[in-house]
């Protein structure tokens, strides 16, 4: 009886490692308090603030679509060309839903095109006419932390 006891113990402390160990793994790969790409889908859209050379800060607002747990966006000809002007490339202030993160990096996302585009066909009904309008830039968006103040 003591050494199944001790068996049980054994699988039950193994059992709780892991779980602290995989827990721990997924709090490593998000170093952004609050970006959580998967808890934003039911988000209908989100805002990019880029800053111009000349007309200096300026919200889009854009759709979005998570795909395996990636944030990823659209652009049309006016956001592109912001993003192309953007003197904070290349990084982008966004607020999406209550939550608003400081250093987001807008990458090119060219192999996505077609599944960003089928994932806003299906989320958004609109998309029967936007989807003939011209895109040209599909972008991941991926949040990175910001430096602490200095004490």
Known sequence: MMKIK???NLVVALAVFWIALICGAGAANNPVPGWEPNAF?????L????????????????????IDGQLYVRLGDRAF???QKNTASPYVKVKVGDKE??????????????????????????DILIRHESHPM??????????????
Not at 47 to 66: C, F, K, N
């Open 81 to 83: 060309g912001r993003i």
């Open 41 to 45: 889908r039911d988000q209908s859209t």
């Open 47 to 66: 805002q990019i603030m880029t800053i111009g050379p000349d007309e200096g800060e300026h919200w889009s607002r854009l759709w979005l679509a998570v």
């Open 138 to 151: 599909t972008a991941r968006l991926v949040a990175e932390p910001t430096p602490s103040p200095a004490k």
């Open 6 to 8: 001790t068996n049980v």
């Open 101 to 126: 993160f400081d250093k987001v990096r807008l990458e090119a996302a060219p192999e996505m095109t077609d599944k960003v585009a089928a994932a806003m066909a299906d989320k958004y009904w609109m």
